[in-house]
């Protein structure tokens, strides 16, 4: 049985990105998509200008009609919306029962709302009972956070960690269409990227801990937006309280592939990952490389690269919703 989904965004790469990953699973049914307020009632494939590189435009979905997002019968609800529009549309779909699964950043430091990489947090669900709305509202992280926590997860075991220092170089797809300006990026690096150094530090401490307590080490970052279609890399840096060798590191990254198959792929070769060379379109592995002792024994430095649109966005969001039916599942079945 088909559980209902709208998407709000659906025009932008996120969207388009979200209904060709959505067309090969067999638990959702698009019934519902919605863009700006003056294109409702149009048909999505007169007004989509279609980028997505993983199919042409589905036939089907060319046809739905533009809705208002204040009047939608979908179950599951995936936004894709500018942050300050989400704040105000996503509280009053949970408000109507909907379950809503945002991409934006509107409600993710919320205390009771769900910041989720499912492999790494998927506990913090209990935080929806203390949601008030009658329906709930579900977070996936900033783009680039999915990297660094999937990166750092594994290290966990490995000893208290103390510090971890960020480097991202982040691709022009992750600021959207039509995105940085041309003669501002070509043959260009911009070391900044609004608001993103405070989002990475706060969502990854967030997520690496409990549901009620942030994680205790501290993050410094930098951030630059790069000239490279799809893939955020990450280059960390952690600092252990006590030595760390590459060898456990390596050990940790393939213990987590046997609970969660093909998370990590593990690059031995120099100058690997690279996003066109190791990244699907539809990618939601995370590629680690250039894993290595830093000049004390007490730090492993490391790259990750992910694709922004899948595993950082459209991707974590089905994520998301799987792992939601799963928990209500567990809810039932413990009852």
């Known amino acids: 049985m088909y559980i209902s989904v709208a998407i709000l965004g659906a025009t932008g790469v996120v969207g388009q990105k979200a209904i060709a990953l959505l067309a090969s699973n067999p638990r959702f049914n698009i019934i519902e998509l919605v863009a700006s307020d003056q294109r409702i009632g149009q048909t999505f494939g007169e007004v989509c200008d279609w980028r997505e590189p993983i199919m042409s435009l589905p036939q089907d979905i060319s046809k739905i009609k533009l809705s208002s997002a204040q009047d939608l019968k979908a179950d599951f609800i995936i936004s894709c919306l500018p942050a300050d529009v989400a704040e105000v549309v996503e509280l009053a779909l949970a408000e109507q029962g909907k379950i809503v699964f ?20 998927f506990n913090h669900l209990s935080l929806l009972e203390k949601q008030e709305t009658k329906g709930k509202i579900i977070t996936n992280p900033n783009c680039s956070v999915v990297g660094v926590t ?34 501002d990026i070509l043959g260009n690096t911009i070391p900044h990227i609004s608001n993103e150094v405070e989002k990475i530090a706060e969502e990854t401490k967030r997520i690496l801990g ?122 039932h079945y413990g009852a």
């Open 150 to 183: 999937l990166a750092l997860v594994p290290l966990v075991n490995l000893g208290e960690i103390e510090h971890v220092s960020v480097v991202t170089l982040q691709s022009i797809s992750g600021a959207g269409y039509p995105g940085v300006p041309s003669l």
């Open 210 to 331: 409990t549901a009620e307590n942030y994680a205790g080490f501290s993050v410094t970052t930098h951030v630059h937006r790069v000239p490279v279609m799809y893939g955020h890399t990450v280059t960390l840096h952690v600092v252990f309280k006590k030595s760390v060798r590459p060898e456990q590191a390596i050990e940790a990254y393939l213990a987590w592939n046997k609970k969660y198959s093909e998370l990590f792929v593990i690059h031995n070769k120099n100058g690997r990952p690279q996003s066109a060379k190791d990244l699907a379109h539809n990618d939601m592995r995370a590629h680690i490389g250039h894993l290595r002792q830093g000049d004390k024994p007490n730090i492993i430095g490391l790259v990750c690269l992910t694709h922004n649109l899948v595993r950082g966005a459209a991707g974590a969001v089905i994520a998301n919703m799987e792992s939601y039916i799963n928990f209500v599942k567990g809810m």
């Open 102 to 121: 945002s991409n934006a950043s509107a409600f993710r430091m919320h205390k009771n709302v769900p910041l989720l990489v499912p492999e790494i947090n």
